[in-house]
Structures are given as C-alpha cells and as structure tokens.
C-alpha cells in the first residue's frame, strides 16, 4: 500500500469560488478515492475513480486522474461554507486487503 | 450502505490503565475492517486491519492489540494505556472486491492523562 500527499496543506477561499486540491502518489494503483472529514467526525467517501478512468463528475465535485504523471485533483466548484473541511486522498493498490494510506490532508477553509 | 457504530465517543483514562474500544458494523457481511489513530490536526494512521474473523494484521508495533470475536466486531485494546496513545481512534469497514470505499464511523477521542 502507498501513500497519497495532498497539496496544498491549507486553502483558504470565499464562498463561490472554485477549490482545486491535488495528490500525488508513487506507485501504480487500481484506484484512487477521495474521502472529507469534518472537525471531529469521521471521515465520509466523495469519490473513487479507477486506474482506466480519466476524469468523474459527484455533484459540484470533479476528480481527475493521471496515471502517467501519478497524480490526482479534486475540483469543488461554487463552494460554500459547508464545504470547509479536510480532504483526503487514498490510492489503493491491487490486492484483497482494501487498504488505504492517508496522507495528511488538505486543509479546506471556505469563508462566507 | 454500512453503518459503522463505535462507542465509548469519548473517554479520558489515566497513564497505565487498560482500554476496550468496540466497533460494530450494519448492513454488510463478511467485510474488511479497520482501524485509524488521528493525532491533532494530523492524518490518519493505520493501525490494524482484519480481511476475517481472527485474522487480523498490525501495521504498526506498539502497545495496542486488536480481535475480531465476530463477523462485524472490530475490538482495540491496550492493556496499559501511554500518554502517546491519545487521539482520535477511527474504525472502518469495506466490502470485499476491488472497487469498494470505506465507511467511517463516528470515531473516539482518547485522552490519557
């Protein structure tokens, strides 16, 4: 299993503007998932794209995935206050385990 | 989907004591569980995962243990609890197969004093 590094760390924008975080990761995968985590509360699934995928849509969310560069973005589009949380990356490798390494996340602050 | 149930929410025990954290899963069988540590502002840390009842794998050497008595039971325990062990502890569940999130639960704040 690897590792997926966020950047930024922090972000800071004001309510109606685009949020764009990435991921990167060393080794190659059979899937990537996103996962936000609200202070104090577990963490919840965004999305999961496949190694196959390019690019997948959730609402105002858009995951991107570049297997040649090993790297990921998620995009929130017209945020809102209620998007102020840390986002997480996962990439997962083959295998029965499932499991995932978390980085240490970005940051999201969203002002009203 | 799962529901991942975990209690005690929060707990503050002392230097030395022991610690039972239970996790219990709805609406999957036979899945892979997990546990997490969250330090203060920090990532997540993988501590155990189970992919069967009694086979159960540690990704990190200290002084915690896991058991999985049953299907969807997930049990950490220490029998001597470190100041270095507070945190937010997170329990996890996913289905088997290769295209699968996982289901957080809730969490429990651990503070040893």
């Known amino acids: 299993s690897q590792q997926g590094e966020e950047d930024p760390q922090a972000l800071s924008i004001q309510e109606g503007e685009n949020a764009t975080m990435n991921c990167s990761y060393k080794?190659?995968?059979?899937?990537l998932q996103w996962y936000r985590q609200n202070s104090g509360r577990g963490l919840v699934h965004l999305i999961l794209?496949?190694?196959?995928?390019r690019e997948k849509h959730s609402g105002r969310l858009r995951v991107t995935l570049d297997t040649s560069k090993k790297s990921s973005s998620l995009l929130i589009t017209a945020s809102r206050a209620a998007d102020t949380a840390s986002y997480f990356c996962?990439?997962?490798?083959?295998?029965?385990?499932?499991?995932?390494?978390f980085g240490q996340g970005t940051t999201l602050q969203v002002k009203p | 989907s799962q529901t991942i149930h975990q209690w005690p929410a929060t707990l503050v025990q002392p230097v030395g004591s022991p610690l039972s954290l239970e996790c219990t899963v709805e609406?999957?069988?036979?899945?892979?569980l997990y546990w997490y540590r969250q330090a203060a502002g920090r990532g997540l840390q993988l501590l155990f995962y189970?992919?069967?009842?009694?086979?159960i794998s540690s990704e990190v050497p200290q002084n915690l243990s896991a058991s999985r008595p049953q299907d969807r039971q997930f049990i950490l325990s220490s029998k001597k609890l470190l100041l270095s062990d507070s945190g937010f502890y997170l329990c996890?569940?996913?289905?088997?197969?290769?295209?699968?999130?996982?289901?957080f639960g809730p969490g429990t704040r651990l503070t040893v004093t």
């Open positions: 996890a569940s996913r289905d088997r197969g290769a295209y699968y999130e996982q289901y």
């Open positions: 080794t190659s995968i059979n899937n």
């Open positions: 794209i496949r190694s196959n995928e």
């Open positions: 996962a990439p997962q490798n083959s295998g029965n385990t499932g499991k995932l390494i």
């Open positions: 609406g999957t069988s036979n899945p892979n």
């Open positions: 189970s992919i069967g009842i009694d086979q």
